[in-house]
């Protein structure tokens, strides 16, 4: 049980109907959730709007309703406050009510537009195997030191991102490593807690089904580091166009990574295999079991990180070549006949091109590179002619096929993409809508020694159509198909 009026500390008030000095069980913004001495708050977001359920949550037993409007009928014995910004005040009310736990463990985010989950996850590694309890808020699981659960968003709600920070806390956490999601910046769900550190991995093309312009969605991952405090480091990759930018405005302790450039954190690759990397790292050489450019990224912000949260920075490289991939990124099997298969999550142009990129430096070119990959129903259309396009460039033949559909046709996500395709690489294109039957077919084309990537889903176990996830585990399905065909 908590006090109303302590709760709202910190949130920009307009106007109070009510009284505020009134115990309350719990707050929540799903109406349908609202249980006997809840406090409701009314969320506008882009498919319904909160304030449309503020009579339902009131039956449902509601005390105190938070709104950026009052509703036209006031009912009696309920408390209704006027805030400025529904989300700002969820995220400082969630804060206040767990008891502001953030404060008492140091949390790092990571935001950018690929990368963010395997670098979060490896800190996560890293820290571990250095003694520390960690925990873990990413895309695909979120960690209290060593127990597991379900995630669902790239960047939770403010009541569940509290909920698991304090849970940390009282199990003795020293870190957490967290995604940070440019939907969660924008609705405000990250900015009442307290980073001791941010990291930018990159921007490129992505949620400009949520975002209207790339500029918005750049200055919104900006607006997370302008909010850092001058107790905090921001590390940024000054080899992307937009590392600099996030630097602007910043309080915050300001330290760069490079591949290119001069930077605070340098690395070198000295070896790219499909065994691992060859890194020289600030002059130190180090081998890692990751593979690709994209990871030299990652393990380079991944080292800096360490080493700004005063890890000595001999024991970060050992640490380093001990890591293991993360689930669904650059996850790879050899088959009975020597055919590799690698699962990506590589879900925008700019990840997909990379892992091409990486495959093709490794590869001999004696060897066919066989690319499965669809693209996500109900989300950034513009992206889809721009991955057909990559995939059907950098691979010797491309399957375009259904990644989550969700409420549209395959067939029409996959016609929008074939758009893409260059005249020249028409031969080297099939469709089939049908993702497993996609799998089985690059995999009957596959000979011994070939490549095979399925891109877009990675760590996802379901295909979500017209609703209803359904089972389906990329991995999965490659090894049990190879198997099968005795391959």
């Not at 990397?277 to 081998?287: A, D, P, R, S």
Request: aromatic share 8%; net charge negative; charged share 25%.
């Amino acid at each position: 049980m908590s006090v109303l009026k302590d709760i709202l500390y910190k949130v920009a008030i307009e106007a109070i109907k009510g009284s505020t000095d009134i115990t309350i069980n719990k707050m929540d913004f799903d109406s349908r959730k609202i249980e006997n001495k809840d406090v409701f708050v009314a969320i506008r977001g882009s498919i319904s709007d909160g304030h449309d359920f503020i009579g339902k949550a009131i039956l449902q037993g509601a005390v105190a309703v938070i709104c950026d409007t009052f509703p036209e009928t006031i009912e009696n014995g309920i408390t209704y406050v006027r805030v400025k910004d529904t989300n700002s005040a969820l995220a400082f009310m969630a804060a206040n009510y767990f008891g502001d736990p953030s404060q008492d463990l140091k949390l790092v985010g990571i935001t950018g537009t690929n990368g963010k989950t395997t670098i979060a996850s490896l800190l996560y590694q890293l820290f571990k195997k250095a003694g520390f309890k960690v925990g873990l808020l990413s895309t695909v699981k979120i960690l209290v030191d060593d127990v597991e659960y379900k995630a669902t968003h790239t960047t939770p709600d403010s009541i569940t991102i509290n909920h698991y920070l304090k849970e940390m806390v009282a199990h003795g956490v020293d870190y957490c490593f967290m995604e940070v999601s440019s939907h969660g910046i924008h609705q405000k769900r990250t900015e009442a807690l307290h980073f001791v550190g941010g990291i930018f991995t990159n921007l490129s093309h992505d949620h400009l089904d949520y975002h209207p312009t790339f500029a918005e969605y750049r200055d919104v991952k900006k607006s997370f580091f302008d909010h850092l405090p001058k107790t905090a480091f921001i590390l940024s990759n000054i080899d992307d166009k937009n590392g600099q930018v996030m630097l602007q405005n910043t309080a915050a302790k300001k330290c760069t990574y490079a591949l290119k450039t001069y930077a605070d954190y340098k690395a070198q690759i000295l070896e790219n295999q499909l065994s691992g990397l060859l890194l020289k790292i600030n002059g130190n050489e180090v081998w890692v079991k990751l593979i690709g450019t994209f990871n030299a990224y990652n393990l380079l912000a991944i080292y800096g990180t360490a080493v700004e949260l005063g890890m000595e920075s001999l024991e970060v490289l050992r640490l380093l070549s001990d890591l293991e991939s993360v689930s669904g990124r650059f996850q790879f099997i050899v088959s009975t006949t020597n055919i590799t298969a690698i699962v990506d999550y590589a879900h925008t142009p700019d990840a997909l091109e990379n892992v091409l990129k990486t495959i093709t430096t490794i590869r001999t070119k004696n060897e066919q590179l066989i690319t499965v990959v669809g693209c996500g129903g109900n989300r950034d259309k513009t992206k889809r002619p721009i991955m057909a396009g990559i995939a059907s460039e950098l691979s010797d033949k491309a399957i375009f096929t259904s990644d989550n559909p969700r409420n549209e046709e395959p067939e029409a996500i996959i016609a929008e993409m074939e758009q893409g395709v260059a005249p020249q690489n028409y031969k080297k294109t099939l469709t089939i809508s049908d993702r497993k039957q996609a799998i089985k077919t690059a995999c009957q084309l596959a000979q011994p020694n070939d490549i095979i990537l399925i891109a877009g889903k990675g760590h996802e176990t379901y295909q979500e159509i017209k609703g209803i996830r359904q089972h389906f585990d990329d991995m999965e399905t490659v090894k049990e198909v190879l198997e099968q065909l005795g391959k």
